[in-house]
């Protein structure tokens, strides 16, 4: 694992740390930025109208009833499939976090975080708060951004940790 100088021990060493720094700094935006989420979704709430210029983007109300891209799906339905996938989101979450892995748990918080959000807005009004308006078509919301970014992050790392450390 080491030659006598102990080197390579302490380049890991330096590694894991910064891992675990940006691991806090993982957590820290993912609340911020649930945080944000809900102030914008309540702000959205109270408007009547649109704030932003029709055309390219505008911050307005769009409730989205359906699930992606508003493809309707009844409650019988929704509510056992999103309790089964968040409840499969925190199995990953423990078990990650008891594996001490120092990326995997964090990335995991903010893809939880965001499906959260969105699950609250159900709960509270029946229906997904989007508040960017993209075209005129293409309604999302922080929380949406998270899930995907969380995702991608995830299967990025997950790559890396799979291909092994690069040959020295």
């Not at 029709?54 to 699930?67: C, P, S, V």
């Not at 699950?119 to 989007?130: E, F, I, K, S, Y």
């Amino acid at each position: 694992m080491a030659d006598v100088s102990g080197a390579p021990v302490k380049k890991f060493k330096v590694i894991f740390k910064m891992k675990i720094r940006l691991s806090g700094l993982i957590y820290a935006l993912g609340v911020g930025f649930f945080v944000i989420d809900r102030a914008l979704k309540a702000a959205a709430l109270g408007l009547d109208g649109s704030l932003g210029a029709k055309g390219l983007a505008e911050y307005t109300l769009f409730k989205n009833r359906g699930i992606a891209f508003s493809l309707p799906l009844p409650d019988v339905i929704f509510w056992p499939a999103a309790l089964a996938a968040l409840g499969v989101l925190l199995f990953f979450f423990v078990r990650q976090y008891r594996r001490r892995d120092p990326l995997l748990p964090p990335l995991l918080a903010v893809v939880i975080m965001g499906a959260l959000s969105n699950l609250a807005d159900r709960c509270l009004v029946g229906a997904t708060v989007d508040y960017f308006l993209f075209f005129g078509r293409s309604a999302v919301n922080l929380a949406d951004a998270m899930i995907i970014a969380g995702v991608a992050a995830i299967l990025i790392v997950s790559q890396r940790q799979a291909a092994g450390p690069p040959a020295a």
